[in-house]
């Protein structure tokens, strides 16, 4: 925004999507001194601007800073993706509590032990049976064992499916199935989707 002020984009479940510029945040002693980056979760205030969607940040009161995901470039890469997805399938400044909740689940997958793929591919699913778009799996035109796992994710909370391996070829069909769905959906699949190749890492 200037030199010493940034705009910081939020995810809430109370108000949805909001926008806040954070003054003076980049000052060696802003009260906002450690408190902002990325996919840090926080308690916060803001002042609304009767004129903007750009509402002025007034307190931070920091709760997690996912120091985990940090360790990861290609989770946090992930983590990323999923926001580049909610931002095509929400509107700002409306109240998504199920989505928020779904983001915040995710991260903690990704912090954890969670295979990467599993964690994309539920996350993927979950968000789409959250807007109403995702077709059952028994016309999805999977093979038996691969709609199972499509039926698992549906069907259970992304923490209970963290620990779950994914074949090869599961991989190949999922990814290939959810990245026309989204395209289909959204009229593109979003920036920093993985390709197939990275699952190996």
């Not at 408190?35 to 709760?63: C, W």
Request: aromatic fraction near 8%; glycine fraction near 8%; charged fraction near 25%.
């Amino acid at each position: 925004m200037s030199e010493t002020s940034v705009i910081v984009h939020w995810l809430t479940h109370e108000h949805g999507r909001i926008a806040t510029i954070a003054k003076g945040a980049r000052r060696p002693k802003s009260p906002f001194l450690g408190r902002l980056d990325l996919f840090y979760a926080a308690e916060f205030g803001f002042s609304r601007n009767p004129r903007s969607d750009l509402h002025i940040l007034t307190e931070v009161q920091l709760k997690d800073v996912r120091a985990a995901l940090r360790l990861d470039f290609n989770r946090i890469s992930l983590a990323s993706y999923f926001v580049h997805l909610i931002e095509l399938a929400t509107e700002t400044e409306t109240p998504i509590p199920e989505v928020a909740g779904l983001f915040d689940g995710a991260l903690l997958c990704l912090q954890g032990t969670a295979f990467p793929a599993t964690a994309q591919f539920g996350y993927e699913i979950q968000l789409m049976h959250l807007l109403g778009v995702l077709p059952p799996a028994e016309v999805a035109g999977l093979t038996l064992g691969t709609r199972r796992i499509w039926e698992r994710f549906v069907e259970r909370p992304l923490s209970d499916c963290a620990g779950l391996r994914l074949a090869a070829a599961q991989i190949w069909e999922l990814h290939g199935k959810l990245g026309g769905l989204i395209d289909d959906q959204f009229g593109r699949v979003p920036k920093g989707r993985p390709d197939r190749g990275e699952f190996k890492k």
